[in-house]
């Protein structure tokens, strides 16, 4: 049954995000609620539902009022990708029952990155938390590329840059954050600007994470490797930041073109069980 009452927002007080309340995402929304969290994303960059109990097809069907699910080439790896390339709707992100990610800590980046169409956002429902730990922190990606002074942000506007797919390399060993050597190319590489507009607010968004292997297109190695470590740096400051301390029933739904995402680790004894949606996304100008 579809019902009109206003979306009413709370804004979270950090950098970015806001709580979307008393609306129950299983059934149909109307017009005007699915616009309002349209308008919502774009103003705040990532919405919190909490008190959620939804079967995989209604957080689907849920999902799929911001955009159809994203599936990569079948030549660009992702999580969850599977030997041929195809990729599950539903992405189990959970350290039990054959999920992914572990229960380390994931460095803040932006979905699908490397591929040549990102995902244009991500909603992640939590089904079981642990008692600590496993938080997920979210970065105001134009709040990073508005605070550069003027000089950087000139430097910068304009620039490519190579994010190489972490599917694609060595799990062993230490892995490298900016790429010196001219080794062969393994994967099909898709620059973006590393100053992207935001395809629907319009806003310069600083488009790069903390810690993949990456690579300013056109700049002597030294140069660019200094630049990104500066750039880096710059990201990880906390008034960019909003933690989310997870409960079960709680959405997230976050907008890969304008945050970067990290988590912090928890206890490998303990439970921790999400799913995941990606929404297809365009190329990135
Ligand atoms: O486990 C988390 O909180 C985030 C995992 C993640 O990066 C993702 O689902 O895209
Ligand atoms: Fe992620």
Request: proline content about 8%.
């Amino acid at each position: 049954m579809s019902t009109s009452s206003p979306v009413h927002l709370r804004p979270t007080g950090s950098a970015l995000g806001a709580t979307v309340l008393d609306l129950d995402v299983s059934a149909t929304l109307a017009g005007e609620q699915v616009l309002a969290l349209k308008r919502g994303l774009l103003d705040n960059h990532i919405l919190i539902f909490k008190g959620q109990d939804l079967s995989e097809a209604q957080f689907k069907a849920f999902a799929q009022y911001f955009g159809t699910i994203f599936i990569p080439p079948a030549d660009v790896p992702v999580l969850a990708s599977k030997e041929g390339g195809a990729t599950p709707d539903i992405v189990l992100v959970a350290n039990v029952d054959g999920g992914y990610t572990g229960n380390g800590e994931l460095t803040p980046h932006s979905d699908h990155h490397w591929a040549p169409q990102p995902s244009a956002g991500s909603l992640l429902y939590a089904l079981e938390v642990p008692s600590t730990g496993g938080e997920t922190s979210f970065y105001n990606m134009h709040l990073a590329y508005e605070t550069l002074n003027a000089e950087l942000k000139r430097r910068i506007d304009g620039l490519q840059l190579i994010t190489y797919n972490p599917f694609l390399t060595p799990k062993e060993g230490p892995r490298p954050k900016y790429r010196f050597e001219d080794k062969p190319l393994i994967s099909p590489v898709f620059p973006h600007p590393l100053v992207r507009i935001h395809p629907d607010s319009g806003k310069r968004i600083l488009f790069l994470d903390s810690a993949t292997e990456v690579e300013v297109v056109g700049v002597p190695k030294q140069e660019g490797f200094e630049l990104i470590e500066q750039l880096r740096e710059h990201l990880a400051q906390e008034r960019f930041r909003y933690t989310h301390k997870w409960s079960v029933g709680d959405i997230v739904y976050w907008d890969n073109q304008a945050v970067l995402h990290s988590r912090s680790a928890f206890p490998a004894e303990e439970r921790r069980v999400l799913k995941r949606v990606s929404i297809a996304g365009s190329r990135p100008f």
